[in-house]
C-alpha cells in the first residue's frame, strides 16, 4: 500500500528548473498532522533527505539545495511541492516524498526521476 505518489520529475539542463508533486492516498485529518520530506537517492548512493516541512509552515533544507529548492504544501489537497531551481547535475537523482516519521516499515512510492545535464 503507497502513501504517496511522485511525479513532475524529467530531464533538464543544468541552471532549469522542475517543480515535484506529491500526493497523498490518506485523508486530510491524517495527513496534516505529518511532517513531510523529500528524499533523493543518487545512483550507488544512499536515499538522503533533502527538505522538510512541518505544518507552520516551518521547512528545513540540506546545505546544498538553500535558496534553490522551496518545499510548500497544501494540506486540502493533500500535496506536497519541491520547486527546483537553478539545478545542477549533482541534484540528479530519483526523488521521494514520505513522512518523516512513519514507520520503518512503510512503503515509498515509486519516485520521480530528475536528470540534471552539464
Known amino acids: 500500500q503507497v502513501a504517496f505518489v511522485e511525479s513532475g520529475g524529467g530531464l533538464v539542463q543544468a541552471g532549469g528548473s522542475l517543480r515535484l508533486t506529491c500526493e497523498a492516498s490518506?485523508?486530510?485529518?491524517?495527513?496534516?498532522?505529518?511532517?513531510m520530506g523529500w528524499y533523493r537517492q543518487a545512483p550507488g548512493k544512499q536515499r538522503e533527505l533533502v527538505a522538510t516541512?512541518?505544518?507552520?509552515?516551518?521547512?528545513d533544507y540540506i546545505d546544498s539545495v538553500k535558496g534553490r529548492f522551496t518545499i510548500s504544501r497544501n494540506t486540502l489537497k493533500r500535496t506536497v511541492y519541491l520547486q527546483m531551481n537553478d539545478l545542477k547535475p549533482e541534484d540528479t537523482g530519483v526523488y521521494y516524498c514520505?513522512?518523516?516519521?512513519?514507520?520503518?516499515?512503510?512503503?515509498w512510492g515509486p519516485g520521480t526521476q530528475v536528470t540534471v545535464s552539464s
Open positions: 514520505k513522512s518523516i516519521y512513519a514507520p520503518a516499515t512503510a512503503a
Open positions: 490518506e485523508s486530510t485529518s491524517s495527513f496534516r498532522m505529518k511532517t
Open positions: 516541512i512541518r505544518n507552520g509552515p516551518i521547512t
